[in-house]
């Protein structure tokens, strides 16, 4: 599977099997985190056969079922750490589903205390991604169109579709999609239209849309 077919098939699967994660996808999985840190600053952590996090009521409420793996996804306190999390963290899930596993982003329902435990610091705590093996592969789920989604003046060019379909297929909170991607001179602008997680959901989205495009064409604003 590559990252275009990843795009394609992921979607958000909330009830896991009792399968254990094998070493070998594990460690190649922290590496893709400790590369990432390195990178990007934040701090993901990968958490094994920890199921705290999902066991309160909220997470009950939310229908997780055996959640036993998650990522904690954290940072220093800067001023756009949630967007910087979503870009960052899509792209963990994205390399999950590559390696065969499913995954959920979870800012409600789930227990942050038990998840505030685990950080080091003074580490922001974001939000957790819900990893292991699905009990189904989960379902897609109707998404707006490319033309509620974007707004272009001019011609745009063919990568600039491709951007928006990845764009298209990128989880946001309640399924939202409370975004907008414009179009203008080669120039891209990528804007929330506001509701809650939208600061994290516009990473998410700016992450899929420079997959789909090819990221050395896209110059945002
Ligand atoms: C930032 C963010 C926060 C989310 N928080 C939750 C949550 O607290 N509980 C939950 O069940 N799903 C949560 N989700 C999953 C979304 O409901 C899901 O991504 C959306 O419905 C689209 O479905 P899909 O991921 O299958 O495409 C969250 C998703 C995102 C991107």
Known sequence: MNIMDAIAERHSVRSFKDDRIPHEVWDALDRKIDAVNRESGLSFRLVCDDPAAFDSRLAKYGRFENVRNFIVCAGPKLPDLEERVGYWGEGLVLEAQILGLNTCWVGLTFSRSAAKRLLKGDERLVCVIAIGYGATQGASHPVKSVDELSHVVGEAPTWFKRGMWAAQLAPTALNQQR?????????????????????????????????GAGKENVAWA
């Open 179 to 211: 975004f907008l991607i414009a179009y203008e001179d080669g120039i891209v602008r990528a804007t929330s239209k506001g509701g809650p997680f939208s600061d994290l959901d516009l990473g998410i989205v700016k992450r899929h849309f420079e997959i």
